[in-house]
């Protein structure tokens, strides 16, 4: 398992490397009004998801060891067209009311953000399927697949094609996404092949009901993330939004460590049914987590500003800000990420849902007051109100449910020696 992590902890490494080289490319010869508008576009693609993956999403990863893969795949595609074409018709009507649609849709972005939404969909299904199965390693090289091309399209759309607009991004992410998804195909379909059928009714309807707290807390959660954005498109310029989404981006990036434990987590936690083992794993792997996270915030809220000028340009001035006021959240998200995997991964998505909710209701508050009178600096605060909120919510229902204790999240000797003992293993 502790190998599972390191590797799946460097695939998010060079995630990070890749993400900042973008982030660079982005900021310095795209300018901070385009790359607004670019996560704004992203952030559209991710509500959109929100939908498809009500069926189609991180639910497979439960399913996956529990359902046959033709059974899967049938359900998962059906949703995904019948899903899409809800959104090329609401797209539709939407057109007709220009003054609200380009509000949250850039314009000339909408057929790239519906086909982005649809291979995205693809991608996600196979990485979801191989991390049920706990094929970590193909799961990361698929993942190393889409972001390497993607780093590397974007090089070719800026600087040889002279391409200098926020939908550089998208057509790159493009190019990652549908690469890893042939790929992805290539090693699923012969697998397919080998299976019978099974009924498809029973099985879309335990997918339904799972997916429906999982999709409706990522819903919630995506709101706290992302509600700011819109309030900061109101009272502040599209320059503005380009400073807090880089911000964001480079707080989040710091979370390799969350991410990574996570996803293996998530993986071997849908594959037992020992309630105790669940919950010690989850206890250590918070600690870790927190620590590596601490670890990296450290370093990067030690940087002065003339750093983050020389790396993203002048226009990025107030990027330090943003990114201070936001490490507190990151770590007590680090924290949260681990315990949503513990809750999803032992078939309570519902505990995840309640604290988005919670989340939300701080954001809302937070948002409406800070915003208008902080502006950027005011979207900070209200991120690290939010993760905060999320954590403690999260943290005593898993206490109630497991007999947890606060102290339990002080490092002990019996950490140390399972931590010696997995490198042991390991090396």
């Known amino acids: ?47 959109l998801l929100i939908g498809i993956e009500l069926i189609a999403g991180s639910g497979i990863v439960y399913f996956t060891p529990r359902k046959k893969l033709s059974t899967l795949m049938t359900i998962s595609y059906g949703w995904i067209g019948f899903v ?46 191989f991390l049920g199965k706990e094929i970590v390693a193909t799961y990361n090289w698929l993942f190393l697949i889409q972001i390497l091309t993607q780093v590397t399209m974007m090089a070719v759309l800026i600087f040889a094609l002279d391409l200098r607009t926020g939908k550089a991004l998208l057509y790159s992410q493009l190019c990652g996404y549908s690469l890893a998804t042939l790929i992805g195909w ?75 434990i996570g996803l293996v987590e998530f993986s071997a936690l849908s594959n037992t049914e020992n309630k105790q083992r669940a919950s010690q794993l989850t206890l250590r792997f918070m600690k870790v987590s927190i620590l590596l996270t601490f670890t990296a915030l450290l370093v990067i809220c030690l940087l002065p500003t003339a750093f983050f000028e020389w790396i993203f340009s002048g226009e990025f ?20 990420t681990v315990l949503a995997n513990y809750f999803s991964g032992t078939g ?10 919670i989340g ?19 979207a900070a605060i209200t991120t690290s109100l939010t993760y905060a909120a999320l954590f403690v919510y ?6 109630k449910q497991t007999g947890s204790k606060i102290n339990q999240l002080i490092p002990n000797k019996d950490d140390l020696d399972w931590v010696k003992t997995s490198l042991k293993g390991l090396f």
């Not at 001035?317 to 949260?336: C, E, K, N, Q, Y």
């Not at 309570?348 to 909710?357: H, M, Q, R």
Request: aromatic share 14%; charged share 15%.
């Open 317 to 336: 001035t107030d990027i330090r800000p943003v990114i201070l006021l936001m490490a507190p959240g990151i770590l007590f998200f680090s924290a949260h």
């Open 84 to 129: 899409m074409l809800i959104y090329i018709l609401l797209f539709s009507i939407l057109h007709l009311f220009p003054n609200f649609y380009y509000t949250i849709v850039p314009e000339g972005y909408t057929w790239l953000v519906l086909l982005m939404t649809f291979i995205y969909s693809l991608h996600e299904f196979n990485l979801n399927h």
């Open 348 to 357: 309570k998505p519902k505990y995840n849902l309640y604290a988005s909710l």
């Open 394 to 399: 999260q943290w005593i229902v898993f206490r």
């Open 1 to 47: 398992m502790f190998k599972k992590i390191l590797g799946t902890g460097a695939a998010r490494a060079v995630n990070v490397l890749t993400q900042l080289a973008t982030l660079i490319m982005g900021t310095k010869f795209l300018g901070a009004a385009e790359w607004g508008k670019a996560f704004i576009a992203q952030t559209d693609i991710t509500f």
């Open 186 to 260: 290539i090693l699923l379909f012969p697998t397919l092949k080998r299976e019978n059928g099974e009924p498809w009714k029973t099985c879309f309807k335990e997918m339904l009901h799972y997916g429906a707290f999982m999709q409706l807390s990522t819903l919630v959660s995506t709101l706290n993330k992302r509600l700011s954005l819109y309030l900061l498109k109101t009272h502040c310029d599209e320059r503005s939004i380009g400073v807090y989404a880089s911000g964001t981006q480079v707080t989040e990036g710091v979370n390799i460590a969350g991410y990574s």
């Open 360 to 378: 939300l209701s701080v954001t809302l508050i937070a948002a409406f007051i800070l915003i208008p009178w902080l502006g950027i600096r005011g």
